[in-house]
């Protein structure tokens, strides 16, 4: 591919004979190192046409080894980015466990309370009783000791 098949009619909207919307390529040739070009996304057919239609708007050797040393780099945050992701998901699922486990604990300690409410309303009728059941004892003991 040289600049003299530049096709000005090929942009980035362009569809080719396959149907697909051309995509932007980078040229490895040593006549336009790294320079961008239109192709065809599923490499069939054989449309072309330069991104950018002035040659010297070529990107040099050193920034091309420049721009993949920037793609290792982005590539290696990205894995460390998707590691993240993972212990991230990780923990949210374990927190989410452990909410369930929490409300099933409160359900647990709210049936126990109502049976505790229930107990402690029964706690001033049993000291009734039992100072009902102290006073008699305390006049049967009075009465023996008058009778006899
Ligand atoms: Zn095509």
Redesign the pocket.
């Known amino acids: 591919m040289s600049s003299s098949s530049v096709n000005t009619r090929v942009n980035s909207r362009t569809i ?3 149907g ?1 919307q051309v995509i932007v390529k980078v040229s490895n040739t040593q006549q336009n190192p790294g320079r961008r070009f239109y192709g ?3 490499r ?2 054989g ?1 072309f046409g330069w991104v950018d239609l002035d040659s010297n708007r070529t990107v040099q050797p050193n920034q091309l080894a420049d721009l993949h040393n920037r793609i290792r780099t982005l590539q290696t945050s990205n894995e460390q980015y998707r590691l993240e992701f993972g212990c991230l998901h990780r923990m949210e699922f374990e927190l989410l466990r452990r909410i369930e486990e929490q409300k099933m604990l409160n359900n647990e300690l709210k049936k126990e309370n109502v049976l505790l409410v229930k107990k402690c309303d029964m706690v001033p009728k049993i000291v009734f009783f039992s100072k009902l059941l102290f006073a008699l004892v305390i006049a049967v003991v009075v009465l023996r000791s008058l009778s006899s």
């Open positions: 080719c004979e396959c697909y065809c996304a599923i069939v057919c449309i």
